[in-house]
């Protein structure tokens, strides 16, 4: 299998911020209860999921100094397509310039892990220059009435750029669904998005560690060996488990949900690229990536940083 390895990244975020103390005067809740249960102080609002994905596309591109003619495939992450059809993929790769294949992958939050993997097996198969993108705008299939959720969403997006390496920088993997627990989080179609909160949070815990925990020893590594953790940004008391129960302290973890809320698909990435342009990732290292959102869906890869 031809090898690769992640050389360009970048993100979009929406203008408009919208508070913990813009929300207090919009529903019975207050900035407090959502610092302290989830982490989060602000999110970004508004946008389009196909704009943010350009946007974050260009980005990796532009960093990545790939010809953008030799871009083999462009595969978007995303739960809230511009539209049910077609998918938005294609209006990514029109807008970018590109000329090439180019499909949606739905995984809700889960789907940037889902999206890297893939986007590393294509590149296996000969689809060189693969650009993997996350983007959601769930906060426009959020119910205002409802403070279980509205609180804890933003919209956003992120993406990297594949490009071919003598050997593959994706040392190890995982990925996992349960459709039985499908009711727990969902939106219908013309719904608003319905989560039973506590239970999401008991199954993100326990699936994000398992997962973790395969793909570390696919590598042959342990968590010792990871130099950052970066995984879906959903509550920081769920990233305070995970991480006790893996033994990855959270000075070891890229945090970005205090600023984004959960931006799904897009947050992985966010995360990522905060973590880059703080220096807290060098040649070399592992990075953990991990995910876990409705469907049930899970999932984890293990990435040598060789940009
Ligand atoms: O990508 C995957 C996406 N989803 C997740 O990761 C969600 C995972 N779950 C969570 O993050 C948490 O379950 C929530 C943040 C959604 C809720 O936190 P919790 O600690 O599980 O709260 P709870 O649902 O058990 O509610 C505790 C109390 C309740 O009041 P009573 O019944 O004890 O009087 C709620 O009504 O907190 C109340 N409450 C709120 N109070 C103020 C719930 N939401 C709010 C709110 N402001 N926004």
């Known amino acids: 299998m031809a090898g690769a390895r992640i050389t360009g990244w970048g993100t979009a975020l929406p203008e408009k911020i919208l508070t913990n103390v813009d929300l207090e005067s919009m529903m ?11 982490g989060i102080t602000e999110r970004r609002v508004g946008g389009l999921t196909s704009t943010m994905a ?5 980005k990796a591109i532009d960093r990545s100094g790939v010809d953008p003619a030799a871009i083999d495939l462009v595969l978007l992450a995303t739960s809230s397509a511009d539209q049910i059809m077609p998918a938005t993929a294609p209006t990514v790769q029109n807008e970018l310039g590109l000329n090439c294949g180019a499909f949606d992958l739905n995984a809700a939050c889960s789907g940037f892990v889902y999206g890297l993997v893939n986007g590393y097996a294509m590149a296996g198969i000969g689809y060189e220059r693969v650009l993997v993108i996350g983007s959601d705008i ?16 933003g919209d956003g997006a992120g993406a990297v750029m594949l490009e071919p390496a003598k050997e ?32 999401v949070f008991r199954h993100a815990v326990r699936a994000v560690v398992d997962s973790c925990n395969k793909a570390m020893a696919q590598a042959g590594l342990t968590a010792d060996d990871i130099a950052i953790f ?3 940004q959903a509550n920081v008391r769920i990233l305070d488990s995970a991480c006790a ?3 990855i302290p959270l ?6 949900l205090d600023k984004t809320g959960n931006t799904s698909a897009g947050s992985v990435p966010l995360a990522l690229v905060d973590a880059l342009e703080k220096g807290d990732i060098q040649p070399g290292d592992n990075i953990l ?6 469907g049930m869906t899970w999932g984890s890869a293990v990435v040598r940083w060789e940009p």
């Open 54 to 58: 350009i946007e974050a596309g260009q």
């Open 168 to 199: 593959t920088t994706l040392l190890g993997s995982d990925l996992g669904s349960d459709g039985a627990t499908r009711h727990l989080l969902y939106i219908d179609h013309g719904g608003k998005l319905q989560m039973k909160g506590r239970e």
């Open 230 to 232: 970066v995984p879906h």
């Open 28 to 38: 019975d809740t207050t900035d407090d209860w959502i610092r302290e249960r989830t």
């Open 138 to 153: 769930l906060t426009s299939y959020l119910d205002w009435d409802d403070r279980g959720t509205a609180i804890l969403f």
């Open 251 to 256: 000075e070891r973890t890229a945090v970005v």
């Open 289 to 294: 990536f991990s995910g876990f959102g409705a």
């Open 245 to 247: 129960k893996l033994g």
